[in-house]
């Protein structure tokens, strides 16, 4: 808590013109195979932005290792100026649905309580206020009513909410999602990008892995596009342009973007 | 070799004979994930060598004959792995859980069995117990050759079956979709299986048999990516640890054979998890080390 | 069936008691190997402490209770720590780490039994196995009446008394620590981006199941454990989906398991009119099966049964 008390004073306004994350010299290899070469990039202090590349291309890697969760081989990762290890409190991570045990017994209140675990601290009860802020994050996305539900027994989409709940629970300054929109049914989607827009709005930063390019413009404002290494990063007008896309996706590209840009 | 006698020179083949076999049956075991469902295989094996020792005294044969209670341990050990694959198949439990809970229950099931021979006036017990932790120096010759001679049966099969085996380790899904009776080859694998635990029963003991299945195979995987090598390099590994355990054990009285043998394939595994060339730590982390350094000198080209 | 107060009071109940905690540790922390699908730690750990426990004894050189502790609890977080390094370093399958480093451990500790001076006690690779349940006795009460005297019940064997002491730190630990296992149990790579260290907690885990194992081992053996640790969780399984249900179902089976198997062992024989008892660790096991057994069978959501009759239902309906 303490901690967090401390973060929260040390974060620089947009108009600092410090981003939310530096990611200096990043490499990871996998196996001895390099997945990431010595990506360097700053995301911007406040909106959306998609991590946007081919199949293969090293984005929910790019996630992982940003957040800690796999080693890397070189490389710095900065989060508001300050090193990630100490600014864990103001990072909120959406996980690939594919990675959870659907069988394991907790309600979908109990997954978005998870969220609020890092602000209870160790061995702390869990209070009403923070289970009234768990049940808060699960009207914002439509999910109040299944609250009590078991989570293997809501379907595909109801899941991702409650994953994005759980970190809107978190009340985190950076979001890092990986494939949030991937297999969700219409209503879910709206949900999520609602959600989305509203984060934007409140001045928070959300960095998304996203598969489907053709709606990359209408919802993000920069984009991070990948492939083994940085090929292109800016607002999306400026970095998605054929040429990077070729170079990212190869001959393929053309036709990924609908119409002339 | 000249000094040691004809039976201790039968068993020491015999061990020989069966580290070959429990190493190349046991690639597969370790490739499918399965190592472990091979334990509670081996441990199932008790109350079905008791049942059967009981059964053979209300028959009249002698209790101790070794087809007998081997053929009890089979069936046991058999029932235990069908009950493992029907609790995954038709429970919501995972399959560590269901290992876990039928090797637990079926020994348990096997003392309590052993308990009560113990009460009975007319049994002998004293040579079930050897087969918990092995008993090399009660084998005669006739047995110690005549499981010498499955054992190297069983590796032959492995060998005869290598090109489905691989199938069904690799790719399962793949395998039924062209049409290869995968169920049939799996029983067959679980028969191998069976067969070289019941075989390791004497020698090693039925609560170290699975570290010949599983250690052997490990090694291996440390030193090559080729199927066909990884089980000779299991079978070389498991049968230098059968041979040396065995032979150190009848110089030394206080060393136990089936230990021995177990201890001789851990050696073989640490010493190859940290030099093999391949898959080992030093070539790996020299290999990683390689290509940071390449990396921040800019010298591999994007 | 006639048995008198004395006898009950110094041999069965000691032995009852001891059980009964055994099986509540146990099947407590088993929770959380089974749901974190790790079952088969226990099985790992209940045999990686021989060489701990006789290496307790070479050292110490007696039988006596805290060296061969301290030995077994350094094997089993040996055992651990060896696993996760041959399962990170080697890239070993989790189930094939364990399979390796369990059995070299059990291995060594067999020959270390069989070296001389283990050999002058009656420290043998059996009573590993299935333990020495009946083997515990108290001597102080002689009747039903002392037991309202709350001084006597500090007079209880030693292996009742560390084995209730263990139960209440499992229990304590967990809950208190209930969120944070639970959360790394379901999703340790968020609890490591809050920067709860899922590591830690899973090495807390581990070292919690060794305590319980250790602690029960003496008296029932590693049998037993490995069967504790994991049918009275998976038996509550497939009757709950909230976590706080599920511990609560876990230690009632583990606990009633405990106390009628060991009742079936005792009492069992002598009531179907053979003069003799069984091996009590081996009947708990058993017991422990046959009731997750049933509940495969008959539990009303999870059941076999009720799958197989909810599909003709939907069958039907379709």
Request: hydrophobic content about 55%; some cysteine.
């Amino acid at each position: 808590m303490l901690q967090r008390l401390l973060s929260d004073n040390f974060i620089p306004t947009a108009d600092a013109g410090v981003g939310a994350l530096a990611v200096s010299g990043l490499s990871v290899a996998y196996h001895q195979r390099l997945v990431l070469r010595d990506v360097t990039w700053t995301a911007p202090a406040r909106g959306l932005v998609a991590v946007v590349g081919p199949n293969g291309a090293g984005k929910s890697t790019f996630l992982k290792a940003v957040l800690g969760l796999v080693p890397a081989l070189t490389g710095t990762i900065e989060v508001y100026g300050r090193p990630l290890k100490r600014q864990r409190a103001l990072i909120g991570y959406v996980p690939q649905r594919e990675s959870v045990d659907w069988d394991f017994p907790v309600s979908a209140l109990d997954v978005v309580t998870m969220g609020r675990y890092g602000l209870i601290g160790w061995g702390r009860r869990i209070t009403g206020k923070h289970r009234a802020a768990a049940m808060q994050a699960l009207d914002r996305v439509g999910m109040a009513d299944f609250a009590h539900r078991q989570i293997g027994q809501l379907s595909g989409g109801q899941q991702q909410r409650v994953f994005l709940a759980r970190a809107l629970a978190q009340e985190a300054r950076l979001y890092f999602m990986d494939e949030p929109l991937a297999g969700v049914d219409a209503a879910t989607e709206q949900t999520i990008l609602a959600v989305l827009r509203e984060l934007d709005a409140e001045g928070r930063t959300v960095i998304c892995v996203h598969h489907d390019l053709q709606t990359v413009a209408e919802t993000f404002d920069h984009v991070l596009m990948l492939n083994g290494g940085l090929i292109a990063a800016g607002p999306v007008r400026e970095a998605l342009t054929e040429e990077n896309l070729r170079r990212a996706y190869g001959q393929r590209a053309s036709g990924l973007l609908l119409g002339p840009r | 070799m000249a000094m040691v006698g004809h039976n201790t020179l039968v068993v020491l083949l015999g061990a020989t004979a069966l580290g070959l076999a429990a190493g190349m049956v046991g690639c597969f075991m370790v490739l499918r994930r399965r190592a472990l469902v091979s334990d509670a295989l081996s441990h199932a094996t008790l109350p079905g060598i008791v049942a059967a020792f009981l059964t053979g005294m209300a028959l009249g044969v002698e209790g101790r004959s070794l087809p007998l209670l081997l053929t009890g341990a089979a069936i046991s050990g058999a029932i235990a792995v069908a009950t493992i694959q029907a609790i995954k198949r038709w429970t919501r439990l995972t399959e560590d859980a269901a290992i876990g809970a039928v090797l637990s229950v079926f020994f348990g099931a096997g003392v309590v069995l052993l308990s009560v021979v113990q009460e009975l006036p007319a049994a002998n017990a004293a040579g079930l117990k050897g087969f918990i932790f092995g008993q090399t120096a009660a084998m005669r010759t006739g047995e110690a050759m005549g499981l010498g001679a499955l054992a190297l049966l069983a590796a032959a099969m492995v060998w005869l079956f290598f090109k489905e085996f691989r199938l069904l380790a690799f790719d399962e899904g793949f395998a039924r979709a062209a049409g290869w009776p995968t169920g049939r080859i799996d029983l067959a694998l679980m028969a191998l299986v069976t067969l070289v635990t019941v075989v390791g029963l004497q020698t090693v003991g039925l609560v170290l048999i699975i570290a010949l299945l599983i250690t052997p195979a490990a090694t291996a995987r440390f030193w090559t990516d080729d199927l066909a090598r990884m089980l000779i390099i299991a079978g070389g590994v498991g049968a230098v640890s059968g041979g040396v355990g065995a032979l150190l054990s009848s110089r030394f009285a206080d060393l136990p054979a089936g230990a021995i043998i177990v201890l001789v394939a851990t050696t073989l595994f640490f010493i190859s998890l940290i030099v093999a060339p391949s898959r080992g730590l030093l070539g790996r982390s020299l290999r990683r080390a390689r290509l940071r350094r390449a990396l921040l000198a800019g010298e591999l080209a994007p | 069936m006639n048995i008198d107060a004395v006898t009950f009071l110094s041999v069965d109940l000691p032995a009852l008691l001891a059980a009964l905690f055994a099986c509540l540790s146990c099947a407590l922390v088993g929770n959380f190997l089974v749901l974190r699908r790790q079952s088969l730690m226990g099985d790992a750990i209940s045999h990686a402490v021989l060489p701990g426990i006789v290496a307790g004894f070479l050292v110490a050189g007696t039988r006596d209770t805290l060296p061969m502790l301290a030995g077994a609890l350094t094997a089993a977080l040996v055992a651990g720590v060896m696993i996760e390094l041959v399962r990170r370093l080697g890239r070993v399958e989790a189930g094939a780490a364990m399979g390796v480093v369990f059995t070299g451990l059990f291995a060594l500790g067999v020959v270390l039994i069989e070296q001389g001076p283990a050999r002058q006690v009656d420290l043998d690779a059996d009573c590993v196995l299935y333990g020495q349940l009946e083997a515990i006795l108290w001597l102080v009460p002689a009747g039903w009446s002392d037991l309202s005297d709350p001084a006597i019940w500090a007079t209880l064997p030693r292996q009742v008394l560390q084995l209730a002491a263990v139960f209440t730190i499992c229990l304590t630990i967990i809950l208190i620590f209930f969120k944070e296992f639970t959360l790394v149990s379901f999703d340790p790579a968020l609890a490591d981006t809050l920067g709860l260290k899922s590591g830690l907690v899973q090495h807390v885990i581990v070292a919690l199941a060794a305590l319980a194992a250790i602690a029960a081992f003496e008296a029932v053996g590693s049998i037993l454990v490995i069967a504790m640790l994991i049918c009275p969780a998976a038996t509550a399984r497939l009757y709950t989906d909230r976590m706080g249900p599920q511990l609560a179902l876990s230690l009632l089976v583990g606990g009633g398991t405990g106390v009628g198997g060991y009742g079936l062992a005792a009492f069992g024989p002598s009531l179907l009119g053979y003069d003799m008892a069984v091996n009590a660790a081996g009947s708990i096991a058993v017991l422990a099966g046959v009731i997750l057994g049933l509940s495969i069978l008959l539990a009303p959501r999870y059941g076999v049964l009720a799958r197989i009759t909810g599909r003709a239902v939907r069958g039907v309906a379709a």
